[in-house]
Structure formats: C-alpha cells, structure tokens
C-alpha cells in the first residue's frame, strides 16, 4: 500500500521559513517524480514545485520560484520543500504527489500525480 506523509507545516509569521518533509512508503520512490501542490481555501489544487527521480531536475510555479526549493533525499525515500520568505498568500493545505511517468521530468499537472499525501497546513500570519 502507497502511503506519503507530510510534515512540517504550521503557523508562522510573515518573512518566516518553514521546511515540509513528505516521507513515502509502498512505491519504488526513486523511479517516482515527485511534487509539491496547494489549495487555500476556496481556491482549486494548484502546482508548487516538482523535480524529477535523482533531483537532477526541479519545475517550480512563478509564485514560489526563489522563495522555494525542492529537493529529496532517495535514501530515505523523502521529498522536501523549503519554504523561505513566506507570505499570507502562501497559507494553505499542501500536499506531496507521485507521478511514474513524471520520473525523468518533473509534471505540474495535478491529474498525472497517482498518489497523494493527506497534506499539511501552512499559516502564514501578516
């Protein structure tokens, strides 16, 4: 059974860093892209960042490019984002996704992901 579990999120201030960890189980995680997604409240899932299987590769969303870094650790089966100079409009939900076919490079459409994570809440206070 596939599982991804983020952590990491929480509440802090604006100008603050947070770092989410998304650890999987139950997949060959390094033949998996990976991706990190958002949905704030009343607004549609949309694409963050994502990087491909040996982290050779990373996409980012325009919003977040220089703020954000992805990176995994395939050792430990774990994808990362870091998260640096946050703002209100970056509260949300995120998630983790794995997409096979993404493996070589990194997707930013959210129905090619085949697994997802539960999410982890980010709140950005201003």
């Known amino acids: 059974q596939v599982q991804l579990v983020e952590s990491g999120g929480g509440l802090v201030q604006a100008g603050d860093s947070l770092r989410l960890a998304c650890a999987a189980s139950?997949?060959?995680?390094?033949?998996?892209?990976m991706g990190w997604f958002r949905q704030a409240p009343g607004k549609e899932r949309s694409f963050v960042a994502a990087?491909?299987?040996?982290?050779?590769?990373?996409v980012y969303a325009d919003s977040v490019k220089g703020r954000f870094t992805i990176s995994r650790d395939n050792a430990k089966n774990t994808v990362y984002l870091q998260m640096n100079s946050l703002n209100s409009e970056d509260t949300a939900v995120y998630y983790c996704?794995?997409?096979?076919?993404?493996?070589?490079?990194?997707?930013?459409?959210?129905?090619?992901?085949?697994?997802w994570g539960q999410g982890t809440q980010v709140a950005v206070s201003s």
């Open positions: 139950g997949l060959p995680f390094s033949t998996y892209g």
């Open positions: 990087i491909n299987w040996d982290g050779g590769t990373t």
């Open positions: 996704a794995a997409d096979y076919s993404s493996r070589y490079y990194p997707n930013r459409q959210t129905p090619h992901y085949e697994y």
